[in-house]
């Protein structure tokens, strides 16, 4: 493959793969509105034959401590366990102090640490509960989905969906483009198979006096 060809098929590839994401961020988003809507936390992705070939699952957000008032926390800790705040250049807590205080924290659900020996229970200031990601969800192909998928994409068996087509600038595809596809898919699929009988020496088969006859029937029909 030539440098010129390698330049196209590059600029090919990544205008399809631009096509591609930019569909792709708005049906999750379409999703992600879907499950959360409809409460549901797991959808099955089907072919048209009822294959499964993937799994959409809803992560919903978990709430963890997170500190919102450094100051009042590093008071705090300095009060409650001094050992644990050092200073150099600005004075601050331990980070694994840090790190097992919240973790203690988000477990119990609450701003509040309990001391060890006595059991008293403080309030943390400067934590809150909060939820540290938003709510998405994940997609995971099952062990031959993707093969599957490939397979359906290249037979025109997904032409029912709005899946991307390239468009010129500030245009947009037309709803006819999927069904498009999938008879440019159907059509070169015949070509093939055409061209195969050819090849096997079909024009030496008896019927061939008839073809003549069938094309003109069809036009007129």
Request: no cysteine; glycine share 6%; net charge negative.
């Amino acid at each position: 493959m030539n440098m010129q060809q390698l330049a196209l098929e590059e600029a090919a590839l990544k205008t399809l793969a631009d096509t591609v994401m930019d569909r792709l961020k708005a049906v999750k988003a379409e999703m992600q509105t879907a499950l959360t809507e409809g409460g549901v936390g797991k959808v099955d992705a089907t072919l048209p034959d009822g294959t499964k070939v993937a799994v959409i699952s809803r992560t919903d957000s978990k709430p963890a401590a997170v500190i919102t008032d450094p100051e009042a926390f590093l008071a705090w800790v300095r009060a409650a366990a001094p050992t644990e705040v050092t200073t150099r250049l600005v004075t601050e807590v331990r980070p694994a102090y840090t790190t097992a205080l919240l973790a203690e924290m988000t477990a119990a659900g609450v701003a509040e640490v309990s001391d060890k020996e006595t059991g008293v229970v403080d309030a943390v200031p400067g934590v809150e509960i909060r939820a540290t990601r938003s709510t998405t969800h994940s997609m995971r192909p099952t062990k031959d989905g993707r093969d599957r998928i490939a397979e359906a994409w290249r037979t025109g068996a997904l032409g029912h969906l709005n899946l991307p087509q390239i468009a010129a600038e500030g245009g947009s595809p037309s709803p006819a483009d999927g069904e498009l596809s999938a008879r440019l898919a159907r059509l070169e699929e015949r070509d093939r198979l055409l061209t195969a009988m050819e090849t096997a020496g079909v024009d030496n088969w008896q019927g061939m006096d008839l073809v003549p006859e069938l094309l003109a029937q069809n036009e007129e029909a």
